[in-house]
């Protein structure tokens, strides 16, 4: 069987990740592409390493030219996807729907109140099939048929994968969990700030989101609080993202005071017994860490710990391309397990030499 497929704010990085994967799944069929301010432009205008939809024109973000299709993804910026979804779902109620951006994935109304503002969506099944459960089984298992899906945040992704099976073991302290990424503009966003765009960013670096003030700190925590058996209150992280001259890709150093004797040997333990069967985890267990260079273009995530014996530190090292494996590669993961097919259907587990 093959499903047609829609993208609402395709001419957006995460929108044109999204098509150029649908374009060559087996069971897959780029539909309609729409956009808003590059309505009517054509495609390869916007995108032009996208040569097999390269005639094809940006067509109005509305019901009418979306609905006609098995699935529509919605890449729109936040408080702007959840209303186009419920006006899809009442148009066409066994429509399948994958929400790219932050509308679906916060189950807490104040948590969006506090970093997003504005009416809260109901969340939809999150979209990271390998995240550990409190009770040990993965997200994979909630995904398996969902209808409404909610792909994870990119920079939620990558610390997310630290953190998850060491919050599951109880090995950290989850009041003094740290995280500092190293992100390529694309990970922004195509309307990113002004002041993140200027000409110096090439041969710059910069924080930003600084002081607690990220927008992907409730989707973590939430996660976490799901993966262990503490309540959200018992978590605590300090994030900042730093923007870096790569075109794509997140380096996540994320850190936390190991307790109850775990060690550097339980930690690589605890990774593996969460990951170490998954096809899309890259797991480091030598002393190396992993780089973005080595996952560029695939839909996986490189995983390494190393132990400071000093400070009791635990710094667990994760590498994505947050385009792929932190955005629209982990939607196609999680449309091919709501829909009953092979996980890795469309999805490539190496990566482009750099």
Request: aromatic share 4%; hydrophobic share 45%.
């Amino acid at each position: 069987m093959t499903f047609r497929i829609a993208i609402a704010g395709a001419s957006g990085y995460a929108g044109g990740e999204m098509a150029r994967l649908v374009s060559t799944h087996p069971s897959f069929e780029l539909g309609a592409l729409t956009a808003h301010s590059n309505e009517g432009r054509a495609v390869r205008d916007v995108h032009p390493h996208l040569r097999s939809v390269g005639d094809a024109v940006f067509k109005p973000t509305d019901v009418a030219n979306l609905a006609d299709h098995d699935i529509v993804v919605l890449a729109l910026p936040h408080g702007q996807s959840a209303h186009l979804g419920e006006a899809l779902i009442a148009a066409k109620p066994e429509l399948i729907v994958v929400d790219l951006g932050a509308d679906r994935r916060l189950v807490n109304a104040e948590d969006w109140a506090a970093y997003y503002g504005g009416e809260h969506a109901e969340a939809w099944t999150y979209g990271m099939p390998e995240l550990v459960r409190s009770d040990g089984s993965k997200q994979r298992e909630a995904l398996a048929g969902a209808k409404r899906i909610a792909a994870p945040g990119c920079n939620a992704s990558a610390i997310t994968f630290a953190l998850a099976p060491l919050v599951h073991r109880s090995f950290v302290d989850t009041h003094d969990l740290v995280a500092t990424l190293a992100v390529g503009p694309s990970g922004a966003g195509r309307t990113l700030r002004e002041d993140l765009l200027a000409s110096e960013r090439l041969s710059s670096a910069q924080a930003y989101a600084v002081g607690g003030t990220h927008r992907h700190i409730p989707e973590i925590l939430q996660s976490l609080a799901g993966a262990s058996a503490l309540s959200r209150e018992n978590f605590a992280l300090s994030m900042t993202p730093v923007l870096v001259p790569m075109s794509r890709g997140i380096l996540a150093v994320t850190s936390a005071r190991l307790i109850d004797n775990a060690d550097l040997a339980s930690v690589n333990h605890a990774l593996s017994e969460a990951y170490g069967e998954e096809e899309f985890v890259d797991l480091v267990t030598s002393g190396a860490t992993p780089s973005t260079g080595s996952v560029l273009g695939s839909n996986t995530v490189g995983i390494g710990a190393a132990f400071d014996e000093k400070t009791g530190r635990i710094s667990v090292v994760t590498a994505i391309d947050n385009l792929v494996k932190g955005t629209a590669g982990a939607a196609i993961q999680s449309l091919n397990v709501a829909l009953g097919l092979p996980e890795s259907s469309g999805l490539n587990a190496d990566g482009v030499a750099p």
